[in-house]
């Protein structure tokens, strides 16, 4: 899990360009000031990034992790969002200067499968396309790519994908909005033939995937997803209770408030980014209590004794969790 970004270094790094690269998705590169080399970074990491109006948000690096002279990250503009994407899209200009985290990864290429399968929604396709820069020019290992977007002039990236260099390797599908044209991924995923999937996208999409794997061993699958996702139904939600161990204190989970509202509210920090279930940032120790799991990264091993507090709630009245190095906000 990552360190809470606020603890991270944040530099100031200016922006060299930026672009429309589909409708709505905008191309930010971010450099040194001073011209020099930038902290390292793995296929699948990503940034935080203070917007122009305070808000901190995760954006997954695309670029090429031996690009070693800038950040490169894609920004959907989302206008139900809380403000942090339309803050970056509308106010910042070129050479404008903006604080940013060292790169971190909780979504880590891992292991030594035969292949690797990625299926991208949307958005989703940023953190896969460093993976894809990664072992095309790194490992060789095969892949193949599965882009799934609603309209091709939605599609970020469409053309440099499109390229006669990635034939055979690379699947793009648009839906045009009509479920009954959504792209069969069975025939992919019925046999796993020492595979491993990496999926990004919206939670409806991961949802899928997780439904139609359930037969493959639970690390050769992977998820991860900033700010793409359809929120969790919350009609059944109870209240309930939760206790902090190292401090007794008992913080009240309304209805309709998530377990890192309310832990935020009361003062406490707790890392998170995506707040749908599927990152793992906001994972936490659970210690008593019955929980209602309702994310995407959690085996059920884990799950016996971690809670993903962004979107899980209690079945029992109380659940008892420990804050590792909690301080107050």
Avoid at 150 to 168: D, I, M, N, V, W
Avoid at 266 to 272: I, S
Wanted: proline share 7%; aromatic share 6%.
């Amino acid at each position: 899990m990552s360190t809470p970004s606020d603890k991270l270094p944040m530099n100031e790094l200016i922006v060299s360009a930026r672009d429309e690269i589909a409708d709505g998705i905008h191309r930010f590169v971010l450099v040194d000031p001073d011209g020099g080399d930038l902290p390292e970074f793995t296929p699948g990491s990503h940034i935080s990034l203070e917007t122009p109006s305070g808000q901190e948000r995760f954006y997954s690096l695309c670029n090429a992790p031996d690009e070693h002279d800038r950040y490169v990250i894609a920004v959907k503009r989302e206008d139900s969002g809380k403000g942090g994407s339309k803050s970056l899209v509308d106010e910042v200009q070129l050479g404008d200067r903006l604080k940013v985290s060292v790169p971190q990864n909780d979504f880590e290429l891992e292991g030594n499968p035969a292949r690797y399968i990625f299926i991208a929604g949307g958005i989703g396709i940023t953190p896969i396309l460093s993976m894809i820069h990664h072992l095309r020019a790194k490992s060789g290992k095969p892949f193949k790519l599965y882009y799934l977007t609603r309209e091709p002039s939605q599609t970020a990236f469409l053309k440099e994908l499109s390229a006669p260099e990635y034939r055979g390797m690379i699947v793009i599908h648009h839906d045009h909005g009509d479920p009954e044209n959504a792209y069969d991924l069975w025939p992919i995923l019925e046999q796993p033939k020492g595979a491993h999937i990496y999926c990004c996208g919206p939670r409806g999409l991961m949802e899928t995937v997780k439904d139609m794997t359930g037969h493959w061993s639970p690390s050769s699958v992977r998820f991860e997803d900033f700010g793409t996702s359809q929120s969790v139904s919350t009609a059944d939600d109870n209240s309930f209770t939760v206790r902090l161990h190292k401090t007794g204190e008992a913080i009240p989970v309304p209805v309709g408030v998530s377990i890192l509202e309310a832990l935020r509210a009361n003062g406490h920090h707790v890392p998170y980014s995506c707040e749908s279930g599927t990152c793992g940032s906001c994972r936490t120790q659970l210690l008593e209590g019955e929980a209602e799991h309702r994310d995407l990264v959690l085996s059920e091993a884990d799950r016996q004794n971690h809670i993903m507090v962004c979107v899980s709630r209690a079945r029992s009245e109380e659940l008892v969790i420990d804050l590792p190095n909690d301080s107050l906000l």
